[in-house]
Structures are given as structure tokens and as C-alpha cells.
């Protein structure tokens, strides 16, 4: 099993940033992909943003160029470093994780986008 917990999710306004974080605990040998994801009421959670443990990266076209996703190996965590956030960014966000052991959500962090 492995658990994933997210944080730094909250309030900011319209141009602001956020930096979230995925800390990943317990039956970690190997991850092939972490990734973040959202969804906004009334709608279908969607990809955000993915890493391999290749490193390799891959973004929704609506945020290309203001977010960043990065790990940190020694910590176990993936960020989502969030900047230029618009009122459309309002979602919650959701840490994925596929490791040997099969794929894991974490319980989500809300951000809010509004003045």
C-alpha cells in the first residue's frame, strides 16, 4: 500500500502562485509516473500535469508555461509549482501515483482562484 498526501492548496489571487505537495509513505519500491489532476464542480477530473521516473514531463495545454511539476526523491514528494493562476485554475487537486504496486489518489487539496 501507499499513501499519498497532498498540501498547499488555499486561497490567492487572480496572477498569484501556490506551490503543492505530494508526500508519498509506505510500500514505495518504484514509481513509473506521478501526476496531478483536478476537478472543478460540475466537471470531469482532468490531467494537470506528469512526471516519469525518466524525468520526462507532460502538461495540459492550459497550463503550459505557468505550472511546473518536479519531484523530489530523496523526500518522496512531487510538487506542483502553480504560477499566474487564474479564476479558470479553481479545482481540486489531486496527487496520482503509479507505482509496482498499483495506482493510488491522495485525498485532494482545494485552491481557489479569486479576488
Known amino acids: 500500500q501507499v499513501q499519498l498526501v497532498e498540501s498547499g492548496g488555499g486561497l490567492v489571487q487572480p496572477g498569484g502562485s501556490l506551490r503543492l505537495s505530494c508526500a508519498a509513505s509506505g510500500s514505495i519500491f518504484r514509481f513509473y509516473a506521478m501526476g496531478w489532476y483536478r476537478q472543478a464542480p460540475g466537471k470531469q477530473r482532468a490531467l494537470v500535469a506528469v512526471?516519469?521516473?525518466?524525468?520526462?514531463?507532460n502538461y495540459a495545454d492550459s497550463v503550459k508555461g505557468r505550472f511546473t511539476i518536479s519531484t523530489d526523491s530523496a523526500k518522496n514528494t512531487v510538487y506542483l509549482q502553480m504560477n499566474s493562476l487564474k479564476p479558470e485554475d479553481t479545482a481540486v487537486y489531486y496527487c496520482n501515483g503509479a507505482f509496482a504496486s498499483g495506482g493510488y489518489w491522495g485525498q485532494g487539496t482545494q485552491v481557489t482562484v479569486s479576488s
Open positions: 512526471i516519469t521516473n525518466g524525468g520526462s514531463t
